[in-house]
């Protein structure tokens, strides 16, 4: 990932998630939140998401681990980092989309720019600072 004055980036991003009683990926991008909270059924516990798997019947769940969640900063380029973590109880996360909804700042005028689509590079720029912000070369490893 590379940054054009822009200083930090943060986001709920949307992934795919695979049962681990068969196996099934899901269809469409899952969306999570930690601060939405369901019931697990037929227990005293909740989590942050629940998937039933189509092909099994299944019911799996996701949380999000919200100590684990972490800004992608300007001083983090060029490396990795852990920004969102989950505990996965039946299911494992397969793949992420950057998608829509991603947001960062200017450097030095601290300028919010909201719900970046992050698809394809972005750039835009900062009157207050007078400069081009971008962010490009975006990378991303599930593990």
């Given amino acids: 990932m590379t ?13 795919q998630t695979k049962c681990g009683s068969c196996g099934e990926v899901s269809e469409k ?14 227990s005293r516990g909740s989590c942050n ?3 039933k798997c189509k092909l099994c019947g299944r019911t799996n ?26 505990e996965c109880r039946g299911l494992s ?3 992420f989309q950057f998608g829509k909804g991603w947001q960062c700042q200017g450097v030095d005028s601290r300028t919010p720019f909201t719900d ?13 600072a007078n400069l081009p912000v971008g962010i490009t070369e ?3 490893k599930v593990t």
């Fill in 3 to 15: 940054f054009s004055t822009a200083s930090r980036i943060d986001s709920p991003p949307p992934r």
């Fill in 29 to 42: 991008w899952q969306y999570v939140a930690v601060d939405e909270v369901v019931a697990v059924p037929h």
């Fill in 49 to 51: 998401m629940l998937v």
């Fill in 61 to 86: 769940t996701l949380d999000v681990l919200a100590d684990k969640k972490k800004t992608y900063t300007m001083e983090d380029v060029p490396s990795f980092k852990v920004i969102i973590a989950f």
């Fill in 93 to 95: 996360v397969v793949d």
């Fill in 116 to 128: 970046l689509d992050l698809d394809e590079e972005w750039c835009d720029y900062d009157e207050e």
């Fill in 138 to 140: 975006l990378e991303y």
